[in-house]
């Protein structure tokens, strides 16, 4: 039979959460902080190991995890697979909650993509669990701009769902985060992606992809030959007429 694997997110939402601060003493209160509401299942054969593969597939598509701080309870610090097993001193393997350390991972891999978004160097991030259920659980991460959170949400998770899965990210890749950056960044000059992709030596068809992607979703649109990012206004154009 096989093992029930899933991630759902029942909601999500960008505030200040005064409540959140007490998660983690890194977090600045004036920055906002996106709350993700999320649902875990996850009861593989072989804990540890599951772990540290889920782990290792995440760092193929994220690098710059294994950059991360994380000071969280010993037994939950992400890939520790990598250089020691999850044992308590006296040997016994400590019996850590898996859906907690998924959400904890969840937390992380939103934090790369705010900190890869947005160009910002330092990003906080907790993860409460919720009396209400083993399963459910509270991520908070900092965000400065409420622009990009949709965005960091929607990515974040379907890396996670894609690995649990075992499935290709397609157009969803760190291709389609690249780009949404170096749009984003544009600050509402619009890039032109084809220029891009051959200045940066890009494979065309994987950026044309990404972009396909993050257009059908919602994140980008394109004007003629340049793309904007969705939120954004074009720089110096008179405001939009609207219909009564
Ligand atoms: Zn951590």
């Not at 891009?196 to 993050?214: E, G, N, T």
Request: include cysteine.
């Amino acid at each position: 039979m096989k093992r029930r694997s899933r991630i759902r997110i029942a909601g999500s939402e960008v505030g200040l959460f005064p409540h959140s601060l007490a998660l983690n003493p890194r977090f600045r209160p004036e920055v906002q902080r996106i709350k993700v509401d999320v649902e875990i299942e996850w009861e593989p054969l072989r804990r540890n190991d599951a772990l540290v593969a889920l782990e290792n597939a995440l760092v193929e598509i994220s690098p710059n995890l294994r950059r991360h701080e994380c000071f969280g309870p010993p037994a939950y610090r992400i890939l520790r697979g990598f250089d020691a097993p999850r044992d308590t001193p006296d040997g016994e393997t400590a019996q850590i909650e898996l859906p907690l350390a998924l959400a904890h991972l969840l937390e992380h891999l939103m934090i790369d993509t705010v900190a890869t978004l947005t160009g910002e160097v330092l990003v906080s991030g907790a993860t409460g669990a919720r009396w209400d259920s083993r399963q459910r659980f509270d991520i908070f991460v900092e965000c400065s701009d409420v622009a990009v959170a949709p965005l960091v949400v929607r990515l974040s998770v379907s890396w996670m769902q894609a690995v649990m899965a075992g499935r290709r990210l397609d157009g969803a890749g760190p291709p389609a985060l690249e780009l949404a950056h170096r749009i984003y960044a544009r600050s509402g000059r619009g890039l032109d992606p084809t220029a891009w992709a051959r200045r940066q030596r890009r494979d065309p068809r994987q950026v044309a992809s990404a972009l396909r992607w993050l257009e059908k979703n919602g994140f980008v649109r394109r004007e003629q030959d340049l793309v904007y990012y969705q939120t954004e206004r074009r720089a110096a154009t008179p405001p939009r007429r609207r219909s009564a």
